[in-house]
């Protein structure tokens, strides 16, 4: 969400976006991992944390109805290149119209290496993630080795969890650092329902 929604004009959009976001929560519960969409809050503290300078080819993987995809946009300097993606057609459908200048692509986060190479991007120096794949059991380092081969070498991984997952000594960081380094959680965002909190790691 970006920072018009501060304005006292915009203050009703979350709550008609999240029609559709809790629809396909129901429908997906552990595809979606959320039932409401993202507060403007959490998206400024997580976006804080990563690795936005110097970024040219930005990637994210779950982008849902474009909470952190419209604030993205806005934060990116004018030449970088940005995809996002996501599996769900109705998220896909609302995100194209919230954020019509941004390449957006409906597929799986497992199809991200030929979806890169489909536009023939730049090497990808940032991936921000949404998607719940701490509760993918077996396909958990398959999602974060896709993520890895994608990434250029110094490339960051930022990815959103609940609070209580990401700490810097638990089982997500150690997951992450099967195929990152310097693995290190940010701030808990606790203005957001469940408190989230970022996971921001390199591929080294």
């Given at each position: 969400m970006s920072r018009m929604d501060h304005d006292g004009a915009a203050t009703a959009r979350p709550r008609r976006e999240n029609g559709p976001f809790a629809g396909e929560f129901f429908r997906h519960p552990v595809r979606s991992g959320a039932v409401t969409e993202t507060t403007t809050d959490c998206v400024n503290g997580f976006l804080d944390e990563a690795r936005l300078d110097g970024a040219r080819t930005v990637v994210e993987l779950g982008a849902g109805s474009g909470a952190i995809t419209a604030e993205l946009a806005t934060r990116l300097p004018e030449p970088a290149?940005?995809?996002?993606?996501?599996?769900?057609?109705?998220?896909?459908?609302?995100?194209?119209?919230?954020?019509?200048?941004?390449?957006?692509?409906?597929?799986?986060?497992?199809?991200?290496?030929?979806?890169?190479?489909?536009?023939?991007?730049?090497?990808?120096?940032?991936?921000?993630?949404?998607?719940?794949?701490?509760?993918?059991?077996?396909?958990?380092?398959?999602?974060?080795?896709?993520?890895?081969?994608?990434?250029?070498?110094?490339?960051?991984?930022?990815?959103?969890?609940?609070?209580?997952?990401?700490?810097?000594?638990?089982?997500?960081?150690?997951?992450?650092?099967?195929?990152?380094?310097?693995?290190?959680?940010?701030?808990?965002?606790?203005?957001?329902?469940?408190?989230?909190?970022?996971?921001?790691a390199h591929a080294g």
């Open positions: 290149q940005l995809l996002a993606v996501e599996v769900s057609p109705a998220l896909t459908a609302r995100l194209r119209t919230r954020c019509p200048d941004v390449d957006v692509a409906c597929a799986s986060a497992f199809d991200l290496p030929e979806l890169v190479r489909e536009r023939d991007l730049p090497p990808v120096d940032l991936i921000v993630c949404s998607v719940p794949w701490t509760v993918m059991g077996e396909e958990r380092d398959r999602f974060l080795s896709t993520a890895r081969a994608t990434l250029s070498d110094g490339g960051a991984f930022s990815t959103l969890l609940v609070a209580h997952r990401a700490r810097d000594s638990g089982v997500a960081a150690s997951w992450v650092g099967r195929h990152f380094t310097d693995v290190r959680a940010g701030r808990v965002q606790w203005r957001n329902l469940p408190p989230l909190r970022g996971l921001h």
